[in-house]
């Protein structure tokens, strides 16, 4: 029997789901290089000179950030608390974000003694925001919500855990920063590492990851295991990435794997 019009337009939104949740996971996992065989050629109608590219990137990610290297700029100060710190990033004008710059956002929490250290990418403003607030938050306004339901979820009391970026200016949505930008702002991160002296880092998401660990390994390989931090003055800290409350609010699919690392992290943190 012929399917009417409403079951069918049901059908093709249920496939083009089905496809979002598989690009999903290939983005996940940095899977950039589909084969253009003569059957998929074939079924997509593509004629010789509309050959599929051979390498299609769906992860788009600018040239310079795809392999970090960090060159720490010198503060004014070697050290300092993380109150001075945060003083300082208040005033910086060390790289082109400065200018364009629409909040500021050193980190926060901690207040005792700081067992957990999370590390995200940079704060994105969104375009009309008008409500106050957005110079209190770190990830953005739900992520830090969702970020204090996952701490909840392992155990820590919000003064056990700082919570900064690789990117201490805030931006726009029109405003990506670039690999250049990380390393300018790169030794806030690091004077911060010291002085909070955490038991355990928390890398969320790809940028923040691969800037820590100087790799350029997909999240999905580096995810839900521990790796070592080395720091500045010899400084050894063991480090989880996993993803980012970002992508888990666009991507609620993923929250069943991040709850895998949490627990991974939990666990360490209870053997402490
Ligand atoms: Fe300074 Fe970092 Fe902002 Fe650049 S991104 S201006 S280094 S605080």
Not at 61 to 89: H, M, N, W, Y
């Amino acid at each position: 029997m012929r399917k009417k019009g409403r079951e069918m337009e049901e059908d093709v939104i249920r496939f083009l789901q089905d496809v979002r949740s598989v690009l999903r996971c290939h983005q996940v996992g940095s899977i950039v290089d589909y084969p253009a065989g003569a059957e998929l050629e074939s079924f997509l109608g593509v004629s010789e000179r509309e050959k599929i590219p051979v390498r299609e990137q769906i992860v788009p990610l600018p040239e310079k950030q795809k392999t970090t290297r960090v060159a720490p700029v010198r503060k004014k100060s070697d050290q300092g608390s993380l109150a001075e710190i945060a003083a300082e990033v208040k005033l910086c004008k060390s790289c082109g974000l400065a200018g364009q710059r629409k909040c500021v956002t050193p980190g926060k929490g901690g207040g005792g003694s700081i067992r957990l250290l999370l590390i995200g990418h940079w704060l994105p403003v969104p375009e009309h925001f008008t409500g106050g607030g957005i110079d209190k938050t770190v990830f953005g306004l739900q992520e830090d919500q969702m970020l204090a339901r996952m701490l909840a979820a392992i155990h820590l009391a919000p003064e056990e855990v700082f919570v900064t970026n690789i990117i201490k200016c805030g931006v726009g949505p029109g405003i990506q920063p670039q690999a250049e930008h990380i390393d300018a702002c790169f030794s806030y991160l690091q004077r911060q590492i010291k002085a909070a002296a955490p038991e355990l880092i928390c890398t969320m998401g790809m940028v923040a990851t691969r800037a820590m660990l100087r790799l350029s390994q997909p999240l999905s390989r580096l995810r839900g295991r521990f790796h070592m931090y080395n720091g500045i003055d010899g400084m050894e800290i063991p480090l989880l990435p996993t993803f980012h409350p970002n992508y888990l609010l666009q991507n609620p699919e993923m929250k069943k794997a991040t709850w895998l690392d949490l627990q991974v992290l939990e666990k360490r943190i209870s053997a402490k």
